[in-house]
């Protein structure tokens, strides 16, 4: 067995010294490097990860050459702590000490791989890391490699399934859906196929610039997490105090989006479903970042295509900059002598179409389409005032009224 | 840590005031069995009336629990309370969630919202643990309560997680985020509760130097009477400022502007806050996630002008903070004159209830 080798269980931090390397520029790390679990003839597991760069493989092979003891040198397999790698801070990742300790195991080259065979069987439910320089191009050892860095050195996560079921849960869509963002954009909807755990949100959704350094807590980190009743919905909040003009974080560390800058958010799909399986998949979604939005949205500059009376086509608004998706989808209501019209919403065109299908068919009449004054812009501006009011221009906030109303006629037809 | 954050003024304030007409508070609840959906926060009330936020069933709802009277000696101390809890409720710590914890301060007992399971099939409970550390569980059926439903919270797919509750003075105060419109509201309710539709929220904003204002989310929030007999609202905002808002501006339907008091520094997300005096001097302790705890002077916090121009990094009242808990206090409250009670996240991962002599 010329490849099969030990990796030791000691704290290679110590023997090794940690220094820091130099900084370069990393791609967005690859989520789509897999993971396979599992079974040997003993029944006990064993981890495939394919898709790790061939440079990578070759050093780690070159290495096992050497000493069969050195397989976690260059790929760093590790139970996920308390406190996952991406929370540590900038101290805590250059101390030796901090960084994880890797399981007792063997490491077999595989054709486009890497076979990781822990010697204990690992927990149920547990998050594993794997950690190995994303390019193949690093010749330090491990934790030189690794230190002050390790966030970009994360290639992989992945969960031993509770049972050997297979995950099922997956990302259905991110909002705002456009490839534009403003620089101050205040949230993401992000909408799962099914119930979803708590408590992993902020390890599990990350943003990346586009130099793959991931941004520094983008996030307004709620203990609570802003789901949706049904716990398929998460709203993820960007720091109000990275967005507002004159506060500390903001001066300190600057806007989370920069504009002219490009953006991953990711979703990693060590991410439990309530029944505590992985996802099916990670989410990806790239986007640029455009300059700050601070003008409120106006009902005038929407566009409204009436339809005909005894059809069920829709009533649709277009709106000149993309709305917040979950309060299109409440916010809005056609009204027909003061009683709401049932019927289904669509939205479209990255949020900025509206459509509404009726449950029967228009008839010939007046209606209106009555609109909360609630309903934001990417930018959290809502129809009352901005985001941020500058009190240097004069907002009368007192007469503003909660609904706004645009009434419009379905003709009869000749 | 969300009911008794008033200095000691303030609690001789309350044993006058709202605790005066005693009986008559547990009297107003009703035998049955609440339909509490999920648990958040916790707050005491007079009578050991337990105040429990469900932000799933957007409620808020009144418990008696009959623990009024000081229930022995000793400060309670559990390690690995986690685990001890999800063995009492038969599953992996990973699968218990322990929401918040408020210390009744008639009888000492420590009482916490816990999340068993995930999802649809989640189970809320509330436990009590004792002063010598025993964990039981506080019986939701059968026994005498008030539901107060909190309007507009729930519409379709919008939720409001309810970030801080708390009751002061016959009223109950509480703070929570839309999961769609970006607005921070605050009901106040008083109690007992009444029959008709809850106020609506009241919306907070803050100054940022002068020039912009914008509604934000409460974190946390406490109440201060100052040296000019006025009581105050103390809000720490999830993008650091500390603000103050005077309590009878905060009336339903106003547009309250708090004064920021304090700016805390980047990366401080405060978790929970409580007040306290200590050698003649009042502070406020705060928990937050990433700066350990911090004492911040509150002397003279009513008079503080506002911070109206740019600052380097901290400004306003005055703070230290205690590095001896960077990063991992999770859990704070009150506990007596001279101790608080805080749940200590550990380097092995699981946390210990622990007494903290208030600094």
């Known amino acids: ?414 | 840590m969300r009911q008794t954050r008033m200095g000691i003024a303030m609690i001789a304030l309350l044993a006058a005031t709202s605790l005066a007409p005693a009986a008559d508070l547990t009297a107003s609840l009703q035998v049955g069995t609440p339909d509490i959906k999920s648990v958040g926060p916790l707050a005491f009330g007079p009578e050991g009336i337990l105040f429990v936020g469900d932000p799933q069933g957007a409620a808020v709802f009144a418990i008696a629990t009959w623990d009024a009277k000081s229930a022995g000696e000793g400060i309670p101390r559990v390690e690995a309370l986690d685990a001890k809890i999800a063995g009492l409720l038969g599953v992996t710590p990973r699968d218990l969630t322990i929401n918040d914890m408020a210390v009744n301060p008639l009888s000492g007992q420590v009482y916490l919202s816990v999340t068993r399971g995930q999802g649809p099939n989640a189970v809320p409970f509330i436990l009590r643990v004792d002063r010598t550390g025993k964990i039981s569980e506080v019986p939701l059926k059968d026994v005498k309560f008030s539901k107060m439903p909190l309007s507009n919270a729930t519409v379709r797919n919008r939720m409001e997680a309810i970030t801080d509750l708390a009751y002061f003075n016959g009223k109950l105060y509480v703070a929570g985020l839309s999961n769609e419109e970006f607005a921070s509201r605050l009901r106040v309710i008083a109690f007992p509760f009444s029959k008709e539709e809850p106020p609506a929220g009241i919306e907070i904003y803050h100054g940022s130097h002068g020039r912009f204002e914008t509604n934000a989310p409460i974190r946390t929030f406490t109440f201060y009477r100052g040296a000019d007999n006025e009581d105050y609202l103390l809000a720490a905002y999830t993008c650091t400022p500390l603000v103050r808002i005077p309590l009878k501006d905060i009336q339903p339907g106003a547009h309250v502007k708090g004064v920021t008091v304090a700016e805390l520094g980047n990366r401080n997300r405060p978790l929970d806050m409580i007040v306290y005096q200590k050698g003649g001097k009042t502070s406020v302790l705060m928990a937050n996630n990433s700066r350990g705890l911090m004492k911040i002077t509150a002397e003279n916090i009513e008079k503080a002008p506002g911070i109206t121009t740019r600052v380097a990094d901290k400004a306003g009242q005055s703070y230290e903070t205690l590095e001896q808990f960077q990063n991992n206090v999770v859990q704070l409250d009150r506990y007596d004159d001279s101790h608080a009670l805080v749940l200590l996240r550990t380097e092995s991962g699981t946390y210990n209830l622990e007494p903290l002599p208030l600094p």
């Open chain 1, 1 to 414: 067995m010329r490849w099969l080798l030990t990796a030791a269980l000691m704290c290679m931090a110590s023997a090794m010294g940690c220094s820091s390397p130099p900084p370069r520029a990393m791609p967005v790390p690859n989520v789509r490097t897999e993971v396979k679990i599992l079974q040997d003839a003993e029944g006990n597991e064993v981890f495939q990860l394919v898709g790790l760069h061939s440079g990578l493989i070759q050093r780690i092979r070159d290495r096992l050459d050497e000493d069969n003891n050195a397989g976690s040198e260059f790929l760093l397999v590790a139970m996920r702590g308390p406190k996952s790698a991406t929370k540590r801070t900038q101290a805590e990742q250059a101390d030796c000490s901090a960084l994880p300790t890797p399981i007792l195991g063997t490491y077999t080259i595989l054709p486009d791989g890497i076979q990781f065979k822990p010697r204990y069987p690992v927990s149920r439910g547990a998050v594993v890391d794997v950690y190995g320089d994303p390019l193949g191009q690093i010749t330090q050892k491990f934790p030189d490699w690794a230190a002050g860095r390790f966030t970009d050195m994360l290639v992989r996560s992945f969960v031993i399934p509770n049972k050997w079921e297979l995950p099922t849960t997956r990302v259905t869509a991110v909002y705002p859906s456009a490839d534009v963002l403003p620089e101050n954009l205040l949230k993401f909807y992000i909408h799962f196929s099914a119930p979803m755990s708590r408590g992993m949100a902020y390890d599990c959704v990350k943003l990346f610039d586009a130099e793959g350094k991931e941004v520094e807590m983008p996030f307004l980190e709620l203990p609570e997490e802003l789901w949706d009743p049904s716990g398929q919905r998460l709203t993820l909040l960007l720091d109000p105090g990275r967005i507002k003009s004159e506060l500390l974080p903001r001066r300190e560390v600057g806007p989370a989006l920069q504009k002219g800058g490009r953006y991953a958010l990711v979703v990693v799909e060590s991410w439990l479903d309530a029944e505590g399986k992985p996802l099916t998949v990670g989410f990806r979604k790239e986007f640029t970042v455009g300059p700050p939005d601070t003008v409120m949205p106006r009902v005038a500059d929407w566009q409204m295509h009436v339809p005909p009376a005894n059809s069920r086509k829709p009533l649709s608004i277009v709106f000149p900059e993309p709305l917040d998706h979950g309060l299109l989808e409440r916010v809005l209501s056609v009204v027909r002598d003061g009683k709401t019209i049932s019927g289904q919403v669509r939205i479209s065109d990255h949020e900025r179409r509206w459509h509404f299908i009726p449950d029967t068919p228009w008839t010939a009449g007046d209606y209106a389409l009555v609109v909360e004054t609630i309903l934001e812009d990417l930018a959290g501006n809502n129809l009352k005032k901005p985001f941020e009011v500058d009190l240097l221009q004069h907002l009368d906030r007192a007469n503003v009224p909660e609904t706004e109303s645009l009434p419009f006629r379905i003709p009869q037809l000749r």
